[in-house]
Every structure is written in structure tokens, then in C-alpha cells.
């Protein structure tokens, strides 16, 4: 099959790779910085183009993975975007974290062309997208969906249409509000750990194979404890999501105290020059010291 790739950062870069690898496809990316997409083609082989509209020419499926709603916009309905280079009956798939209101409008706007659109967060960090066992989760019809899942299957371990065009987005919002949480409680229980004089790591091997058991607990403890956070996903991405789902909730009445609360929290992990830090980083507001 014949797919374009359009954003090559920490996800995109190797989701894109399982595309051409494990998938056989002829891919063709576009990275708004060009070095970017010619490291890719020097690892991946294949090819890639100078505008996303160019990228998309031809191709059966144009996959995406951007910054925020405006970035989407540009490589989509923008000048050179997207939607101007696809052939009538392709499919674009939208990766990016973004509004529901955004994915909605450009299922609209695709339709109208004779094109499909598929929103398709994803769930796993960029571990998730190196080893190809992201969770992906869809808005759109079902027709459509029923065309892309298989080619979505080449880096992701779960995908699943939860209806119709935003579905993905507000979901992916769930996973952010969930994860929220579960990172403050983290920070909160490793920090208490250590004022008590516990051997944290004889905490988390109990408390890890019970109730208290989670993903941030067995993948982010160990780099909490460290103070080391140069990885992951980044706070100011995170900051950009509960942005989203805050925005949301105000409009659908839904309340959100602790996500509210934990989005000041990495407001001020970014005042401490923690913009790039993992969102692990919650517990170095707790260790720095209080007036």
C-alpha cells in the first residue's frame, strides 16, 4: 500500500518506521523540519516530500502525528496541506492529541473532498511507539475505520473505534485525566516513602503486586527516585492536554478538580525549568524546598 507519514518527532519518527518495516509499505514523510525527514529516509529507506500535500499524492492512507489543533490544520486544510495532494476515497489519520472540536471539522472538511477521516490518539509514550505496542483509540465511521485498522496494527497493541468523529479525541482526554492522577498519587507515595526512611524499592516490589499496581508505578518509580527526567513525554505536552480536556469539561459540565489541581502542579515543574521533563517530574515540586 501506498501511505504518507506527515510529523516525525519522538512518536511519529519510528511509527512511521513500523509502517515501512514491519508493514512492507511505500512510505513517503514530511517533517516540517527537513533534516528530520531525511534521517528517517537514511534509516527507513523509502522517500520523502517537501510539502504535505506533496506526501499525500496518491497515497491510499496519509497518517499524521503534529503538535496541537493549528498544526493540524496546517498540514491538513493549510496552504500545500494535505487534503489538497489525496486522491478521492483515501483516508487521513489523525494521531495528534488534539480537541474533539478539530477532529469533527476536518471529518467534515474531508468529506466534502470524497475523502475519510479517522481521529486516533494514542496511548504508550515513545516506548510504546518504538516497540510498535501503542494503544490506539478511534473516532469516525466505521467503514473507514474498518479499512485503517489493519494498517494501524503494525505499532499498536490494542486499537478500537469508540464512535463516531471526536470519539477518539474525548477518550484520549479520559486517558490524560486517569493519568493525571495516578502520577501526583506516585509522587505523593514516593515522596512519603522517603521521609519515612523506607527502602523505596522494597515498597514498590509489595505494593507493585497489589491493589496500588499501575503502569506509572513500574515504569516511572525507579526515574523518580532518581531525580532523572530528561525523557519521556514532555510537560509542557502534558500541559497542552489537560488543557484540552479542562476546555472540554467546562463545555460538557463535567468536574475535574484533581485534574485541575495537578495541571497548576506541572505549571509550576515548567517554572523550575522542567518544560521537557518527563511527566514523572510531579515529585520534584515536592522535594524542592519550601519556604
Given at each position: 500500500m501506498k501511505v504518507a507519514f506527515l510529523g516525525l518527532g519522538v512518536?511519529?519518527?519510528p511509527m512511521a518506521g513500523h509502517l515501512a518495516v514491519r508493514g512492507g509499505h511505500q512510505v513517503t514523510v514530511y517533517n516540517?523540519?527537513?533534516a528530520k525527514a531525511q534521517a528517517w529516509v537514511e534509516k527507513y529507506g523509502n522517500a520523502s516530500a517537501p510539502t504535505p500535500a506533496e506526501a499525500a499524492r496518491d497515497a491510499d492512507i496519509v497518517f499524521a502525528c503534529v503538535g496541537n489543533d493549528d498544526d493540524l490544520r496546517s498540514v491538513t486544510t493549510g496552504p500545500q496541506g494535505a487534503f489538497s495532494g489525496m486522491k478521492k476515497g483515501a483516508v487521513f489519520v489523525d494521531h495528534t492529541t488534539a480537541s474533539a472540536e478539530v477532529a469533527r471539522e476536518l471529518h467534515e472538511a474531508a468529506g466534502t473532498l470524497g475523502l475519510g477521516f479517522v481521529d486516533a490518539p494514542v496511548s504508550?509514550?515513545?516506548?510504546?511507539?518504538?516497540?510498535g505496542a501503542l494503544g490506539v483509540m478511534c473516532g469516525g465511521d466505521a467503514d473507514v475505520y474498518a479499512r485503517v485498522e489493519p494498517v494501524i496494527a503494525h505499532y499498536a497493541k490494542a486499537?478500537?473505534?469508540m464512535g463516531p468523529a471526536g470519539a477518539g479525541q474525548l477518550t484520549k482526554m479520559v486517558n490524560q485525566i486517569c493519568i493525571a492522577g495516578l502520577v501526583q498519587g506516585l509522587s505523593e507515595g514516593i515522596h512519603f516513602a522517603n521521609k519515612a526512611g523506607l527502602d523505596l524499592?522494597?515498597?514498590?516490589?509489595v505494593i507493585s503486586k497489589g491493589a496500588a499496581q499501575s503502569w506509572q508505578m513500574e515504569n516511572r518509580w525507579k526515574p523518580m527516585q532518581e531525580g532523572k527526567f530528561d525523557f519521556g513525554f514532555a510537560v509542557d505536552w502534558m500541559r497542552k492536554d489537560l488543557g484540552i480536556c479542562l476546555e472540554t469539561a467546562r463545555a460538557n459540565g463535567a468536574q475535574l478538580p484533581v485534574t485541575a489541581l495537578v495541571d497548576q502542579f506541572y505549571a509550576e515543574v515548567q517554572a523550575m525549568g522542567g518544560r521537557r521533563w518527563d511527566t514523572c517530574s510531579l515529585v520534584a515540586r515536592l522535594e524542592k524546598p519550601r519556604n
Open positions: 512518536m511519529g519518527f516540517r523540519t527537513p504508550g509514550g515513545q516506548a510504546g511507539a518504538e516497540n486499537c478500537q473505534l524499592e522494597k515498597v514498590i516490589g
